[in-house]
């Protein structure tokens, strides 16, 4: 299996170029009143589902950015948006 | 051995004789062979002996399908005779033999086989218990091929290269060699890569022509003289394919040698498309005894004569299921072997030219035949032939048996492309049912076999390749799938066949001795898919993996019905496809880490320099492991140590300020300009990940530094945490731009003094104050800390002026007993100051509370979301965490407990994180974490060190720092 | 002994009801139900299993087994774990083919001999063999290895750990099989779950591709499947990441490494199992994956660690490399747990790369968990309220780098 991933700003690199950066789980939640357990859903739970996520990447070995990708886990391969929205 | 003469396939040099050892002999090879049919040549029939029962083995094939040929060059084990080339010199062994391999007294074995049926060893030699150890010495001897000593070192040059192409051909047959042309032609650039040391594949070879008077190897070879002129077309011989992966990444080893830069070399390749022409084997035949040294492929019989020149026996028998292994039998006829018979499964279906070529030589054609036992031990001495129903047996007399059931395609690299394969009745293949994108297959891999039709299939197949890589040659693959149409099109391949009372000796993997009856057993046990049985037989597993078990074991398990799999599935292929030396794919090991500017200078002083992290950095400078004249000298003089490594970030930009309050715990709008603030970094769960300083330059401008092991990831760790804030902020890692020395010491300010005009008196530039000054001109950002608990400036520099400014120092320091200090010294002396280094005093689960840092967190602050905000409330109070303490030993006389070592009452309460004798104190101190009931002042600690026998000694915590508590020395 | 060619388990039909239902064939579901019937007369007892037993990682990982871990907490249960093998061979009458070579984890820093004193120290204390070696007398337990300062990181000293070994992973499968079976225990191959039923706040079916099951007793143990399971069947989320994890063999040899070498700079183990071959492995990509295909890049990297510490070894040839699920935690340890999010309901998965060394002392102890309903002692760390409670069990030192929180 090769890996690549395809940055905003450099196009498809090297799958290894890049860091895995945690499921989209949106902007972070005020800390005020936070339960422990709205906050351990947040920083340590994932839904680990088998499939397409979104999920946050960036490119370490290039530019630096944080973007989103779609990636199906079971076939290790970035899905890309408009095949995800047609198949829908 | 005489060699055939004239034939215009050769590939030998008559005359260019090469001398080799094998065992006490010395043989002569020609220039061209390998080392395998150098030592046919010589008379050698038995090269090894089987892994389990000890059974002689010969040639088979000549691509090194299975461990029969391995053998032991130069001390490298397990080396694959037929696919090495012979080079002068070599010394050459068999292997798995005790004694030789024509008289191996392990032989014995065979007449034992009954007693190790499948599995055996699952339900052996544990009753009773203390026969194990014995049984485990005596198996792992008797297991494995080939010797390894531990002091081998690896002789040779070892590359690798990462070619980039448009469009990668597996195989240089007709099928592969077109499709590149077919590429080419459309201007992309192309590689190819082939096992073996010429082009041509299965047709270099073959005398036969196509009917229209052109023999095939002429064809071949003309078209790989065509491909090798075209400029865009990299060809790469001696280079198998050992991986295909998703994406067009292809990876290949190469033989190089003495003419070459590498003896082997690692070869990645990205492609934008990907052609597989890797052809066929010969499937193997199964019978009793069938693969005693005598017993071969025809193929492998054909290419010897006919490549190497070498006939494999004087009279023969052969046993074939394809049109193939009647031509080897007209061909090898004409060449002077005696042929007997040929038995062809197939009761109908051959070419008629071959049936009457065998009629016109008078050689009796057994349609519906097939072998049933070869006779003979080191030697086939005949071979029973029956008729596929089992009522007719002849035994024949031979010294060669040739023997295969048809052909089967080499669909390695196509399973590991993920393509789907599926069983194919009518060419008895596994043929692919899908192919990923990007992915093509060509060739006699598909069940062709005409060399018009096997072009043609190329030509398309590298046609589409150059669609999947962006040309745009629509018009032309639909040419060339028409011209495919009307060309014979896939083969009928033979039934899988099995002559009716074979097992018990008719073997199924070679390379693990599994025997048909082996898998029955298997089967009757409840392993019913192949990947099953190959886990519980072992077949396949061996040195030469699925090479000739491949196809059959599928094929048998479904046969028999007593499998889910009525519809046979392949096992599954793994990379690397041919075993490849872990030599090659190291490739060059290039050593890299990170240096500082000051290198080379520190090594001048006698810097004993070591790994840390991504950097080497100078441990100490002096052979005393304490450092004992490096730390007083610091205390008492001044130090200079080169702190490059630090993390050094500028941020800027109208929301630079917000960025850094969202991961710096303290209120970072609170600063005052020249003066540097302290403080640190945790992640979600409120646990310390870094530390530093940071200082305003301007408005919206600061300048931060990180710790060695963040440098790295700081960034990342910035712009991760504000990825949805679309905030605008510059950030821009300095780390390796800049240089940092720390001089330190009560005579620091006199040393400094001496190289700039800029006022460092302690009212112009108090403790934690930042100045920006000129040291002969260079720039250099000086700040005013005290890690090691000493007055210090850190300078930032400029990495290029780092030399100078060290030179300058140190030539400045003479008169106050400047010396270098390094990491250990750091390490006592910012112990005893009671500062701490992340990773040392800390651990994962560490948040900021427990390192007694709390008071950093400034929860007033404007929220902007702090990383970390809610653990560190969350656990501010929290009982039972372990908690950082200092300690002195109950007994200051004794030793410093050392690093690591637990803290325990009935349990383990924690552990010293860092313990050194104090030069400065006159006795051991250090830092430990422990549960927070044994973290008051005077708690007494027992520490349980390793191979202390239950002997604890104890300490006392103490507060820290230990060093001038007071921090006078700092503001001095 | 011989010609007895039986089925060592038996394809039984599936009832609609069965006492318990375990969810995953592979060690960690096969161990538990066989302990259930063996310890505690539940044989009413359903194993089902997707693809066949011992398919996923009870089947791929390099079958090192020891009981050096970091914390207090981990130790007792992996030292009860190495006690068990050779009391199961015997009891199974299955050669486990336990080889106890012990273990040998090499230091490469001063930092890292620090990390193992403390292993060693904790091991010791606990009345387990560990011992820190020299350079020296880690050349004189394994000659193969390079002590001088050519390696990129040279060999500082090692932890030795004579208990341990490697232990045949395929033969613990088929060997709990046959005993769960003969104890009437059924093991359905081929069999998907497809959901969790609750009623009234309890466990009260498992639906499968073949039917439903009623049963008052589920247990999640679908390896690194059980994180994604739980989220679909249950809504309950888990912190765990599912990291493919790579090992490979060379070619078979004759003896040649007497023990199990590791090495953490280098992140990689290799020891020569029964069979001759150097198996070596335990890199993963630090993302989460489903997929077990390896990588160009692995094989690499590991031809080039492997021989950096072990030179002779690049005269032998990689012959097979294959991939595994690894379900990793924050904090490198597994969770077991039960009765959340529904009564009856257990679960035993973020096993991580420990899975196999655990799983026969994890199914004792999970049988008597689910027997009883009432959680034994040893387990009680490893509950999922940890992570919520800031009470991260600390096997992992330094910080770990496959999630974006570190």
Known sequence: MAFTITCPVCGPRDGYEFRFGGEDKGPRPEAADLTPAAWCDYVHMADSRPGVQKEWWVHRQGCGAWFTIHRDTVANQEVSLNLLEAAE | MNRLKHLPTLRITPGAARSFTYGKHTFEGLQGDTVATALFANGVRVFGRSLKYHRPRGLYSLDGECSNTLMEVDGVPNVRTETTPLTAGIRVAAQNVMGRPELDLLGVLDAFSWAMPAGFYYRMFHRPARVWPLAIQQIRKAAGLGRLSPDFRMPGRFDEIYPAADVCVLGGGPAGLSAALAAAERGLRVILLEARPWLGGAFEYRAADDGDGVALHRKARDLAAAVAARPEIRVFTQAPAIGVYSDGQVTAFQRGGPDQSFDERYIEIRAAAVVVATGCGERPLLFEHNERPGVMQPACAQRLARTWGLLAGTEAVFSVGHDLGLEAAVDLFDLGLKVAAVADIREDGQDPTLVKALAQRNIPLLKGWVARKAHGGNRVTGATLTSVNGRFHRRLTCDLLAAAAGLTPATGPLTLAQSQLAFDPHTGYFLPRTLPKGLQAAGRLLGLESWAAVTASGRRAGLQAAADAGADCQAAIRESEAALRDLPGAVRGSKFVIAPGCGRKAFICFDEDTTVKNVDQAMAMGFDVPELIKRFTSAGTGPGQGGIPGHNLPLYVAQTGLSPDAHPRPTTARPPLVPTLLATYAGAQHDMSKRTPLHDLQVACGGRMERVGVWTRARRFTDDPRCRTEILNVRTNVGLLDASTLGKFLIFGPDALKALQRVYVSDMARMTPGRAKYSAMCNDDGCITDDGVVVQTAENDYYFTTSTARAGVTVEWFRYHTRYDGWCYHLVNLTDAYGVLNLAGPKAREVLSRVTTADVSNAAFPYMGYREMAIHGVPVRALRLGFVGELSYELHVPSSYMPALWDLLMEAGRLEGIRPFGLEAQNALRMEKGHLIIGSESEQRTTLHDVGLGFLWQREKADQRLVGAAALMQTERQPGRLKLVGFKMADPSGPPPRDGSPIVDARIRGYVCTARYSFTLKEPVGLALVEDGLAQEGARLAIYEDGCQGQLTHAVVTPYPFYDPEGRRLRQ | ?406
């Open chain 3, 1 to 406: 002994m011989l010609g007895r060619f039986k089925r060592l388990w038996d394809a039984k039909p599936m009832k609609t009801h069965y006492d318990a239902v375990i969810i995953g064939g592979g060690l960690h579901g096969l161990a538990t139900a066989y302990f259930l019937a063996r310890n505690h007369g539940l044989t009413d007892v359903a194993v089902i299993e997707k693809r066949y037993i011992g398919f996923g990682a009870a089947g791929r990982n390099t079958a090192i087994v020891r009981a050096n871990q970091r914390t207090q907490e981990n130790l007792p249960l992996y030292k009860e774990a190495l006690d068990l093998w050779p009391v199961l061979t015997r009891e199974l009458d299955f050669n486990l083919m336990f080889y106890n070579c012990g273990n040998l984890n090499l230091a490469h820093s001063e930092a890292a001999l620090k990390a193992m004193r403390l292993q060693v120290a904790s091991a010791q204390f606990q009345g387990i063999d560990s011992r820190l070696l020299d350079a020296k007398e880690c050349r004189e337990l394994v000659p193969a290895l390079d002590i001088s300062d050519r390696p990129r990181y040279p060999i500082f000293g090692g932890m030795f750990h004579p208990p341990g070994g490697i232990v045949r992973h395929d033969a613990v499968v088929w060997g709990l099989a046959r005993g769960a079976a003969k104890r009437g225990v059924h093991i359905h191959q081929g069999t998907s779950a497809t959901g969790i039923g609750v009623e009234g706040g309890k466990a009260a079916w498992v639906d499968t591709d073949r039917g439903r099951i009623r049963t008052p007793r589920v247990l999640n143990a679908a390896g690194a499947y059980s994180a994604g399971l739980a989220n679909r069947f249950l809504g309950q989320r888990l912190p765990i990441s599912v990291l493919t994890i790579q090992a490979m063999v060379t070619q078979p040899l004759k003896p040649l490494l007497h023990h199990v070498v590791s090495s953490g700079a280098y992140h990689c183990y290799a020891n020569q199992t029964l069979k001759g071959e150097i198996a070596t492995g335990a890199h993963m990509d630090p993302w989460p994956n489903y997929t077990t295909q390896t990588t160009a890049h692995y094989i690499k990297h590991q031809a080039e660690a492997v021989t950096e510490f072990l030179p002779c070894l690049k005269g032998l040839k990689f012959m097979r490399t294959w991939g595994g699920l690894a379900d990793m935690t924050p904090d490198m340890a597994p969770i077991m747990d039960g009765h959340s999010p529904a009564e009856g309901y257990y679960l035993d998965c973020g096993w991580g790369y420990f899975g196999f060394k655990s799983s026969t002392v994890t199914g004792k102890y999970m049988a008597q968990y689910m027997a009883t309903g009432e959680c034994p002692e040893i387990l009680k760390p490893f509950a999922l309220k940890r992570f919520e409670e800031h009470r991260l069990m600390g096997e992992t030192a330094a910080l770990v780098d496959y999630t974006a929180n570190n």
